[in-house]
Structure formats: structure tokens, C-alpha cells
């Protein structure tokens, strides 16, 4: 009650003053991060229903220089906030680029795609399209094993010069996927609008199939509406074999989870696939 306010715990709740103290410290550690080469790509293979894989998705990491490794809920969000994920975002399609230039050249990578996280905020800029044109040319890539996956986020703002953008994009080869399905309140509507090869269900949904009906029918029903759409539909968070066979069975032929790989290091990946060839 309000007499025992003396006694909340405020401990637990920082100050307005601590929490942005905190994220200005967090904004200047990811600036020296950036300059110093601190953030990386982890990879998570994307494979077909035998386990083969087909590609890989790139998941920014960023080595800190005290807290060790940290994943994007450290700090993404913050970053969004302060603008500087259009740097890490940069950072990351640098990476992927990189990569997709040395596996062009090795028997065993060269069929890989790769897939690259873009924020809305990265979208939105004015050179934004000149930006990935310099990336892909400066390490003449092959457009077509790219693909960018982003979310329903970027049509909050400039609808029509968004589309534009992608329809520019496609036209290079690259591919667009559309991230996190069926979590946003009107994807439907935007289905037809985007100019998109692929769309992925979100985890959310994939985690639910086997014990929640209703999950199943709306994961049926979104699989459905993506055939209707000619769109190649991946699965992400799969975990089990009763996960993987309900969503092969119904028409899934693209998976991510940890039931095949969880995100590796760049050589791990590496060194996973060549031993694979091997065998
Ligand atoms: P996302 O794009 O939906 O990526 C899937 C997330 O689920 C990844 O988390 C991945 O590690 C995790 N995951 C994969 N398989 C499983 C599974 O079987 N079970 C469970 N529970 N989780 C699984 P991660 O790497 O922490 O990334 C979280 C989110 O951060 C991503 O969600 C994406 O929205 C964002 N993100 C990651 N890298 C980038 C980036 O380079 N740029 C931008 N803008 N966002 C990024
Ligand atoms: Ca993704
Ligand atoms: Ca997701
Ligand atoms: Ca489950």
C-alpha cells in the first residue's frame, strides 16, 4: 500500500539519470567497439528437411571489451535508439559480403547463400541504396546468393519510396525476406504491397505447433496464403523432430533452429560444413 512506500525497492529501477547515464555509456562502448572492430557475424545454417545446408543467416555479435560476448538483446534496442545500428547493420552486410567473395571460390561454399538483418532505420536513409551497391561491387558478389531479410517495421514510414527501394534492390538479384510473419498486427495487408521472395515464420508460431491448435491452424493458414503467393517460406526456432515433421508435412522445405545448428562462429560454421563434405 501507499503508507509502505518507503519500503519499495528501489533498488530495482533505475533513474531516469542512471538509465540515460547507461545508455550514453552503451552508445560511446559501441562507437570504440565499431572503430575497433569489435562486432561480428555468428551463422545459423538455413537447411532443407534432411539437415543439408543451403545458406546461412548472419547474427551480429558484438565482443565487448570487458562483459565478453553479447547478443542482440544486450543491445540492439539501444542501438536502434541512438541510430547507431545503421553502423552495426553496415558492419554486418560487410561481413556477409566478405564471406560470400572467399566462398565464391571454394567447391564446398560456393552454392551458400547468405541472409543479412536489415533495421528500418537502415531502409530509410537517403544512401542507403548506393551503400549496398559499393558493398556488393567492392567485393563482387553474386547478388543472387543474398538475400536481406527485413520487417514489417520499414513500411511505417514512406511506404511507396520503401517499395521502390526493394523493387531496386530485387532487381540487382538480391532477395527479400520478410522476418518474424504473422507477429506484426496487419501483415496481411502488406503481403501483396512488398516486393518479396520469401517470408519466414516467426518462432513464436514454430514453438506452439505441436501443442497449441489454434497455433497450428494460423501457422496452416499463413503457409497456405505464402504457396498462394508463390513465396519460398522458411521456419526459424525449430527445436524438435515433431516441429520439423508438421511443418515439412505441411509444406515447409526451409529451416533454421536449434534442432539442426544454433548460430556458430564464422569458422565453426566452416569447419562443420567441410567435415559434412567429407563423410
Ligand atoms: P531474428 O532475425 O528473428 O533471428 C532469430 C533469433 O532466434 C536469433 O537470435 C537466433 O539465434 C535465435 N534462434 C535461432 N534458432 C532458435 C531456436 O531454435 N530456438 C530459439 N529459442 N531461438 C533460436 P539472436 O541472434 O539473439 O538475434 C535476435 C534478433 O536480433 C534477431 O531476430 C534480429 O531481429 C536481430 N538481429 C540479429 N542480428 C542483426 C543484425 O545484424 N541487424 C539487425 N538489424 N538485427 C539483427
Ligand atoms: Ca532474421
Ligand atoms: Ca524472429
Ligand atoms: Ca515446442
New binding site residues.
Partial sequence: SKSEGNYEPKIFSLSRHEELTQSNTLALEIKSSLKEGNFCIYL?PKVDRNGTTLGAE???RWHHPTRGLL???DF?EQAEENNL?IE??QT?LEKACEMLQKWQSHAAFSELTIA????ARQIWQKDFIDKIMHTINSHGINTKKLTL?VTESILIEDIKGTIEKLNYLKSLGISISL??FGTGYSSLNYLHQFPIDEIKID?SFVSDITSNKNTAIITRSIIGLAQSFNLNIVA????NKEELSFLSQHGVSIF????FSR?LSIEHFEHKLNKREHL
Fill in positions: 545459423q548472419a547474427l551480429v547478443s542482440p538483446a540492439l545500428i552495426i547493420g554486418v543479412v538483418n536489415l533495421s531479410e522476418d518474424d518462432k526459424e526456432g525449430v527445436e533454421q533452429g536449434y534442432y548460430p
